[in-house]
């Protein structure tokens, strides 16, 4: 079946404006990851959910990151009051449970803010 | 700060020969450890895994060979391809035994293969 996928693909913002990024899982993964890639900080945790619930959130680098999924399937990540640090490629990844170790990554999306 | 260390930052072989990285690891708690590939503008693709239970583990010319007492684990590609020019990273996560699967990662190798 289809892979992860993520939209936008790339997205350019100002600083201090919102964001909104999804990810829509491999069909029948329950537990979706979130991670970001930035040249400085290499490839990082975010958050996961398993179904609706995020037990894992110790990724989020503030609280102008918020996470959410509904329905066990699409999840949005949401940056406000965006900064430039925030620039970096944010990758979904999901797998078939807590249980299935085995990740699977969407295209990611690239986000600037300039 | 669970970490994975990774060397070398960047490697050139010829074609046909042999690319090796390194990784190590200090949370004994990690128990499963993916390699990943990535091209450029593309996301990781889950390449081979290994867990601590083995000590060698090979899918094609890709082997991963781990050391658990030395808490090392590298991954080999053997015949390497211009085709494998890509970033390399590895990982770490304590899924398997409930410590949850979020993956640590190294800081990613830079592979060129050379005609």
């Known amino acids: ?114 | 700060q669970q970490q994975v260390k990774q060397s070398p930052q960047s490697l050139i072989v010829q074609k046909g020969g042999i690319s090796i990285i390194n990784c190590a690891y200090e949370n004994t708690a990690f128990d499963y450890f993916p390699w990943y590939q990535q091209f450029p503008g593309k996301g990781p693709a889950l390449l081979i895994a290994i867990r601590p239970d083995v000590s060698e583990k090979k899918e094609g010319r890709f082997t991963i060979s781990f050391n658990k007492s030395a808490k090392q684990f590298s991954l080999h590609i053997m015949d390497s391809q211009p085709g494998d020019s890509a970033t390399y990273f590895c990982a770490a996560s304590s899924g398997l035994t409930g410590g949850g699967n979020k993956l640590t990662f190294g800081t990613g190798t830079q592979l060129k293969v050379e005609l």
């Open chain 1, 1 to 114: 079946g289809a892979g992860v996928s993520q939209s936008p693909s790339n997205k350019v913002t100002e600083k201090g404006k919102d964001v909104e990024l999804r990810c829509d899982p491999i069909s029948g993964h329950t537990a979706l990851y979130w991670y970001r890639q930035s040249l400085g900080q290499g490839l990082e945790f975010l958050i996961y959910f398993q179904g609706n619930s995020a037990p894992d959130k110790s990724g989020l680098p503030s609280d102008r990151f918020s996470a959410e999924r509904t329905g066990g399937s699409v999840s949005t990540l949401t940056i406000q009051r965006t900064q430039q640090e925030d620039s970096a490629v944010y990758l979904c990844a999901s797998s078939l449970g807590l249980s299935a170790v085995e990740q699977y990554f969407g295209p990611g999306t690239r986000l600037t803010v300039t």
